[in-house]
DNA sequence: GGTGCCGGGGT
DNA sequence: ACCCCGGCACC
C-alpha cells in the first residue's frame, strides 16, 4: 500500500504538459491532480482510460484525456512517464525519479522538487478555485486513495472505529489490539473498506484486504503480550477522546482498575471477585500439577503462576496471559470457602490426609484409623496381615497428624473402641495392634522415634521420653491384647497423675493436665 | 471414692 | 490453641 501511494502520489503531482484551453496550440503546464479511471484495473497496462484532472498553471481545472496529455509531454518521455509511472504501481519502483525526468521538460524546473510532493504543490499554487478543488476531491478520493482523503474520512469513520474498538474490547481479544499502530497508519483504508460507504477501487481494496489480514499475524507473538503496551499507546488518542472509558483492559493510568488487571484477564478476574463478594466468594485455584494453591484474586494466582510454575521473574507487569490456563475460578459460598480452603491448603491434601478421607465412615478425623480396626476381625486374627493393610495406611498418617499436634489425640483413636465391646484384643485401647504385630509395630515404631526427637512434652520430661518409647516398645503388642477397652479402656498403666501425684501436677501432660487421654503414658 | 477421659465451654 | 470442668465409666 505503502508504494502504491508513492506511485500514485507521484503521478497526481506530476507537472504535465496540457494543451492550451485557449486552443491556441501552445502547451501549457500544468499539475495532475485528480485521475479518474473508466477501467478499473490500475495495473493493466493498456486497457484502461484515464482522465486526468490538471491544475492549470491559471489556477483553472481541466480534465485532460490520458491522450491529451500525453500530446503535451515531450513524445518520447510523454506517455512513458505516466504510464510507467501507473505501471510502477502494482511494484516497488522508483517514480519519483521518472516523473523527475519527466518534467525536466517543464519550463520550470525549479519547481520539480516541489512537484514530488502533488499535495504541496496543489496547496501552494491552489488558492482561487479553491470550491472547484474541493469537488475534485472528493471524487479523487473516491476512487483512489489519496493522501488528502484520510483526514476527512478518519474524521467520519470515527464512529467506525470506536466502535469497532468497543467490539474489540468487549471481545477481550487481545488480538484485535495488538495491531495498533498500523491501524493508525491505514486508518482510512481499512475501516472504509470494511464499510459499504464508499465505492473502491480495486487497488484499495486489494490493499485494505492487507490490511485486514493483520488480525492473523498479530497472532504470530503471544496473544497478549504485544497488545497491552502498543494498545495503549496508538489508541488512546482515538478512543479517550471519542468514548472515553470504552477502552479495553490495558486502558492505562485513565482507569486504574483495569489497569491493575494486568490486560490479560481484564473482564472476569477482579471485578466478579469484589461484587460477589457478599455472598459468593470466587477464588482462583491453581491448576498446576500438584499445586493447587488457592487465591483470593486473580491477580494473585497470575503472580503465582507466573513467578512460581512459569518462572518468571517479572512483577505482575508482564502478563502473556499464558497463566490464565493455568488456573481456575472457584465460586463457594463464604462458608464453604473456609472448608475448601482448608481441604485446598497446599500442606494437607498431600501428605497427610489423604489416607484418613477414604475411609471416612467415622465422623472424627482422628478416630478413623481405629475405627477400622474394631470393625475388622482383626481382633480375633491377630497374624492376620491383609487387615492390616488399610491400617498401616492410616495409622501413619493418623501418628502424623498427632505428632505435629498434640500428641494425646493419639489416644484419641483408642478410645473409639470402646463401641466395640467385646474385642479381647482389647489391645485397641492401646492402638492399632488387634491386627497384625509386624505391621502394626512399624507404624507403631515410626511415632516414638518422632516422639523422642520432638520430645512430646517440653523439657521435663526427657528422662521420661525414653520411657515412654520403652514402654511403647513393649506394649507394642502383647500387652495391649490384654488390655480391656469398652469406653476407651481405661489406661491402666501409669498416668501422669499417678507418676506425679498432683503435688507435681505441672509435670503432667498437657493432657492429664486438660482430663484428656494422657498422651505420655498411652497404654 | 479414685481415676481416666470425653464432651463442652471459656478465653 | 490453651485451659478448665462436668460428668461418665471403670476400677
Known sequence: MHTRRLVKR?????????????????????????VKQENRDLSAAGARRSVYT??????????????????????TAAKGPLKSSLKQSSSNGAPDGQKVEGGCLSPEPAEEQRSTDGKRVSRDSDTRSVSLLEQKRKVVSSSIDVPHARRSEEEVDMDKVTAAMV?????????????????????????KDNGSAGPFTPSSNSSSGGYWSWSAPSDQSNPSTP?????????K??????????????????????DEQDGSSLLFDEPIPRKRKNSMKVMFKCLWKNCGKVLST?????????????????????????????????????????????????????????????????PSVSQLPDSHKPTQPSDTKEPHAGGTTP?????PSALYLIHTDH??????????????TNNSAGSASTSFTPTNSSSFSISWQSPPVTFTGTTVSPSKSQGFGDQRSQTIAVLSSPPRATAALSRKVRGEGKKCRKVYGMENRDMWCTACRWKKACQRFTD
Open 10 to 34: 507521484s503521478v497526481l503531482g506530476s507537472r504535465v504538459y496540457a494543451p492550451s484551453p485557449t486552443g491556441d496550440g501552445a502547451p501549457v503546464t500544468g499539475v495532475v491532480q485528480a
Open 54 to 75: 490538471v491544475l492549470m498553471q491559471d489556477g483553472s481545472l481541466k480534465e485532460f484525456s490520458e491522450e491529451e496529455i500525453a500530446s503535451g509531454f515531450n513524445h
Open 167 to 191: 467490539l474489540t474490547s468487549l471481545s477481550t481479544s487481545p488480538l484485535v489490539r495488538s495491531p495498533p499502530v498500523r491501524v493508525s497508519e491505514g486508518l482510512s483504508g481499512s475501516w
Open 227 to 235: 497488545s497491552p503496551p502498543l494498545s495503549a499507546d496508538s489508541f
Open 237 to 258: 488518542p482515538f478512543r479517550v477522546p471519542s468514548l472515553g472509558g470504552v477502552g479495553p483492559g490495558p486502558a492505562g493510568p485513565e482507569d486504574p482498575i483495569l
Open 298 to 362: 486473580a491477580a494473585g494466582i497470575q503472580r503465582h503462576i507466573r513467578t512460581i510454575h512459569l518462572g518468571r521473574n517479572c512483577d505482575s507487569d508482564l502478563s502473556d496471559g499464558e497463566e490464565d490456563f493455568y488456573y481456575t475460578e472457584i465460586k463457594l459460598n463464604t462458608d464453604s470457602v473456609a472448608d475448601g480452603l482448608s481441604s485446598l491448603s497446599p500442606a494437607s491434601p498431600s501428605v497427610l490426609s489423604p489416607p484418613p478421607p477414604p475411609p471416612s465412615p467415622l
Open 391 to 395: 491400617l498401616s495406611r492410616s495409622a
Open 407 to 420: 500428641a494425646y489425640q493419639a489416644t484419641a483413636p483408642v478410645s473409639i473402641p470402646s463401641s466395640s
